[in-house]
């Protein structure tokens, strides 16, 4: 096994093209889990942290975000602006493991990892955010939903890899929030993940929305009937029981060693009732 | 098998070193610096027993390759002490008697000053949930938590 | 041992907290664990293990990793020849090393030693085993059907009737009265069937050992243990060797629990070693240790108790079914002995049934067998208390076992502290203080043996007064420092004087394990008998000095004296001064004792927990927890404190969350500490420990053992407290959010 640091995007690139065995790390907490266990064995290891721009949060000139793929969740918590567009997706980001795997975990890892329970993905999914792929035909923008493609399986090509996610501009009056549901309080993997984002109108109805769940099907869900049921409404208790209905519905889960079908499902509803119910408060801003 | 050759900086030392490319940051500790203070309790990072900080951030050397480590800084238990002069967070670990077997101690040591240089006023929950990747299966972490907020405290009148 | 060991006193050292010896190199990094250890020219050796539940071993062809460069040895059990005499080690080296079958996922098949970790496993990959994958149990009253899969024909006990699978072993029985017409005299009769899972002891620290052994047939290990002897007696038995001649050294150990009480690795690195011809280290991942060390029993069990209108039990009867892993264990008899331990009856009859499965051995773990048989017992009674109307307190009050109640296993208690913790627990600001919507409150008693055994310890004077302790039990949570301060305390110098080492067993004769919550009552006992030993030289050395008879010196405060007018004018002579003339006055000085210790001093606990449960998810919250024990005598506050606080956290671990998942393939699911959930900082509170101090008339400080009883109350005190919050009775452990939603919603 070979251990490479490229410089650049295009290194970085040619590397991962010329050798199909070759695997990117981030923050490696999902990867060297899996090489320890020997579940993998790469022929060469790409550490991507080196590349320019790849550790840095930056405000684009449209007001959306630009989130480099090599930067640690913690950093993301500690960056005032991107906390106060999009508490929800840093919510996601922040629940990854403890605080020593968030010195190192990335978003784009978590969701280049494919596992259907990924934290940081429901919220980027709610939020309608995009990823910046890199690959031997230049770059592309993907939307997040459809990068994981089935567990552990991801759209990327030969070659890809994603460089950054981009965060829509927040504007006045949006929201969101990710809630899981773990047994413990930390170190768990999500049974049920679920963010929703919101935007209202001025008088306080919601405009549009989105909500996505986690850990209930092979890949994330966007579930548009549960974000119809939010839209027009001022999230009152019946629009949160349809949301939350909804949500049940769309739920497609597994019986595990984490949580059963009926488990899942129900709380998949009262997850999303409560994510809508938070998202909203903060996009109304009191 | 050719083998990797780093040039980093532990506990404020230059160090060099040879390591494979699976190797991680923690068996270089351990089997090739003996540095054996950071502990293997999972290699899977939810113990925290190998608790260290790279470039001042907390990670577990368990999932961080020795590779990576190439013109970093690691602070280790092992630099925790000044000389003689204990931390007070070592010294009230003992005083306190905040470790039983012991085994878990110097990952919590590693996370918990790195908890108060950012935040010298924790509340209880703070520090529970700071210190949530640093399992202690033996004291029920009643008095890890009291002897980081009571030195949090005694630090804070000192300072 | 006499009763009368116990002696009231003032206490100078004992009961004070004073920092710990070996605490410098634990918080520096520097105290050396088991796989801390290095030596020159060291192989690294694995296992490799059955991915079966349950095989037979046709064949391993290890040819392949044998003509690997880099690997020194490989060994299966063909290399152990050697067939253990007694049934118990021939089962720890079917343990070890599979013989003709593998019997669970996990099962270590071959071993391998070699220059690197990394040739080592791809040499484990070369080895290429022939299986014949047979039917698998892992379900303790699936595995007692006639119809099961049989693990080994021929070992079922002549106490098992007719009608079960071979696969149950023993059957044991307790209790006295009739209990039929018990239930007669009752009003109310509750019969409930109950289930817990196994869980493991969760020690931090995996297993770890470095192995020598030369052709000169002697070796040496150093190894993470909870008992060195038993290591040594247990290695050399399987390896066919005089005990003698292996020389078995604790490292530090980082946590034990019951499940460093027996062997896993040594006996294969020893192997290793030998046939290599090079020192070998074996570590455990933490997979390993899931699959292959520890765990508990897990339980099935079904409890009937009768009571009067105002809480009298008439009668009480507990079946308990435990599966103990692949091998025999007695954990059903422990059980069935526990359960009704803190009660007095006048009708009671248990049964313990031992079934094997394909699970790994259990090994001990705190109190092992009671935890379980508690949370059923304690369930009922709770359930009962909530029926009748009654405070669960008052109830238990009038119940309660006392000095001169026959134990529902047979002895009579002397003093014990069990209504003083149910007192304690009754006065405390806890039971009284108001709950919010969603929470409930439970409590619970629990009750553990204690034991003593196998205890050497030499206390030597050294020249200059000061005095070094040699003890044979690994310290697993400052047990060194509580030996210092009764040997201070009995010699009458500053704690700081004596230094408590941990003797390899070259050095000192045979110990027990550390475990049955032994060390500090038994080495304490030993330890102040030694200190006594020491005394009696060092007074016949003044009284020689003085020219005065040995019987006319007395000890106190650190020094001989003339023991009243008569005896003669001398001041006093401290320890230092007899100590630096010992040369001269016959040589070097010290004490030593040697015992087998009995009355041990069985020990009682009563805890109470809040819980607040969210009727939308079933997540359970812990919001308080209070324990009550009963020490007999503190000798280090905090370190009792840290043995409730561990024990009640482990329980709370066992009722909530932890749990071994076996697949339908008998495989094990959840080998990591991301799904076998142990409790993390932040699920918890504060845990407050309330130390009672009933003297063990078996120990001259009154010292009973507190390492175990803390698990035993937490399973029922949670399931109590979690039932009434919940409004609906929890009947199957772990209590995990989908079991609980399951029964808050059936419940409507
Ligand atoms: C103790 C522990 C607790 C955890 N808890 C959680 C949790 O609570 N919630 C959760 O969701 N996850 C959890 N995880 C899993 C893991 O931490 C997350 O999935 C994390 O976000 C992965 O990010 P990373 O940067 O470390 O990824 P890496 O390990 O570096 O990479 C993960 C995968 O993505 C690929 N990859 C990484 N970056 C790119 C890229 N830019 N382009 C293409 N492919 C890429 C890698 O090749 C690899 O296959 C936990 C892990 C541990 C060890
Ligand atoms: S050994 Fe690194 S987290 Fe457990
Ligand atoms: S003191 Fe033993 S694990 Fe923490």
Known sequence: MKFETPQTVEQAVALLAADSGARVLAGGTDLLVRLRAGHIAPSAIVDIKHIDGMGEITQQADGGWRIGAGVPCAAMGEHAGLVADYPGVVEGAELIGSTQVQGRCTMVGNLCNAGPAGDSVPALVAAGAMVRVAGPNGTRDVPVLHIPTAPGKTSLAKGEFVTSVYLPPRGARGGDAYLRFIPRTEMDIAVVGCAVNVILEEDGTVACAGVALGAVAPTVLLVAEAAEALIGTKCDDAALAACAAAATAAATPIDDKRGTVAFRKDVSGVLARRAAKLAYVRAKGD | ?159 | MAKDEFQSRQFKVVGTRVPRPDGLDKVTGRARYGADMTAPGMLFGFCLRSPHAHARIRAIDTSAAEAMKGVKAVVTRADFTVTPQDQGTRDILDNVMAGAKALYDGHTVAAVAATSRSVALAALKAIKVDYEVLPHVTDVDEAMKPEAPVLHEGRQQESVPEGYSQNVLARSQYGHGDVEAGFAKADLIVERSFKTAATHQGYIEPHACLASMGNDGQGDLWCCTQGHYMVRNTCSAIMGMEAGRLKVTASEIGGGFGGKTTVFLEPVALMLSKKSGKPVKMTMAREEVLRASGPTASTSIDIKIGMTKDGKITAAQGDFRYQNGCFYAMNGALGAMCGFAPYHLENVETVGWEVVTNRPKAAAYRAPGAPMAAFAVESVIDEMAKELGLDPIELRLKNAADEGTKSAYGPTYPAIGLKATLEAAKAHPHWSAPLGPNQGRGVACGFWFNFGGDTCVSLMINPDGTVSLSEGNPDIGGSRASMSMMAAEELGIPYEQVRTVIADTATLGQNEVTDGSRVTFAVGLATIKAARHAIEIMKARAAQLWGIAPEAVEWVDGAAQPAGPNAGKFPPMTLKEIAETASNTGGPIAGHFEVNAEGAGVSFGTHIADTEVDPETGAVKVLRYTVFQDAGKAVHPDYVEGQLQGGAVQGIGWALNEEYIYGEDGTLQNAGYLDYRIPVASDLPMIDPVILEIPNPGHPYGVRGVGETGIVPPLATLANAVSRAAGVRLTSLPMSPPKVLAAIKAKG
């Open chain 2, 1 to 159: 098998m050719s083998r990797i050759h780093v040039s980093t900086t532990i506990n404020g030392d230059d160090v060099d070193y040879l390591c494979e490319a699976g190797d991680t940051l923690l068996d270089v500790l351990r089997d090739q610096l003996d540095l054996t203070g950071s502990k293997e309790g999972c290699a899977s990072g939810d113990c925290g027993a190998c608790t260290v900080r790279l470039d001042g951030r907390l990670v577990c050397a368990c999932l961080v390759l020795g590779a990576e480590a190439e013109g970093r800084s690691v602070e280790t238990i092992e630099g925790m002490a000044e000389g003689e002069e204990l931390h007070p967070l070592q010294r009230n670990f003992i005083n306190k008697a905040a470790l039983q077997c012991g085994i878990c101690t110097p990952g919590i040591l590693v996370a918990a000053k790195d908890l108060l240089e950012r935040n010298p006023d924790p509340t209880e929950e703070e520090v529970r949930y700071w210190l949530a990747g640093n399992l202690c299966r033996c004291t029920g972490y009643d008095k890890i938590i009291r002897t980081v907020l009571e030195t949090a405290a005694e630090m804070r009148g000192a300072a």
